[in-house]
């Protein structure tokens, strides 16, 4: 294995990934509540370098209701307040037990020592999915051969088949063994047919690539099978749908505008106070008139003294 890797240019350390936490972590049986985070960039307004600044955005879950997080200030001094002050308004008890979701961002893990609470770092499995995607589409291309004297022609497929399922249900300490006879199986349909040479080629890169983000955030794959029949969240879907309404929609998709960080920032808490059903209350609180006078339709309009 380790000649592929160098072959294929992704660096992976000695560690397994069973001596890093060989059993499965289960989802508990307390109310489920998720707490998600993910980034996105606007366009500066002047220009220079950098020409972009990075939103962060993030998502709550609890008992079905969704509440949103946005700031422009993702590397300031005022986000540890920021990310209390959301912590406060979403109501979650300081006792009870959060799953942080993330793709393992470095920039995204340094956020678990902000927060108030407890949480317990979960592996998203949409970025898992798709490197496993790939090699599926890769592999796909292959045609089935018998590559052992005792397997089948689709040893290839199981073997894949079988990587899939030791994610799915959180097996970490089959991880290793399992990339191992992959890519070993690949090496052989390199070395022994080369009109599928390219594709077990690009295999094992993604092979790899997908071997050294399991020992990066290997503290974060966790049993997703049981995971999610007890209401527990295992993607970032919530968030990612966030970031497109929040900053795609508005700041960048489409749009040819140019924003301050200030005023990204003030937009963003306007559009999150919408949609978390915050934006009345705040007016009232500011305008308790608001909602007490009654407009007529003008063609019910009468003229004063008449």
Known sequence: MRDAVLRAGVRLDSEPVAA????PWEAPDSEPISLAFDGGYARRIRTGCP?????????????????VFATAYAGGAVLPDQLRRFITRANIPVDARVALMTDGAGSLMRLKQMLPIRTRFVLDYFHVAMKL???DQCIGRILPRRLSPRESVFELYDRFAFLRAYLWTGRRDKLERSIDQLIGLLECVERGWPDDERSARMAIFHVCDLSAYLRQNATGVVDYQSW???GWRISTSSVEATVNRLIGRRL???????????GAHLLLQVRCALLNDELLEAFLRWFPEVGGRRLMLPYRWLPHGS
Do not use: D, Y
């Not at 960048?252 to 200030?262: E, F, L, T, V």
């Open 20 to 23: 890093v936490a060989p059993a």
């Open 51 to 67: 020409r972009n600044f990075e939103i962060l955005t993030g998502a709550v879950q609890r008992r079905g209701k969704i509440r």
């Open 228 to 230: 999610k029949p007890r």
């Open 133 to 135: 995607r790939h090699i």
């Open 252 to 262: 960048c998709k489409s749009q040819h505008m140019c924003w301050s960080r200030r």
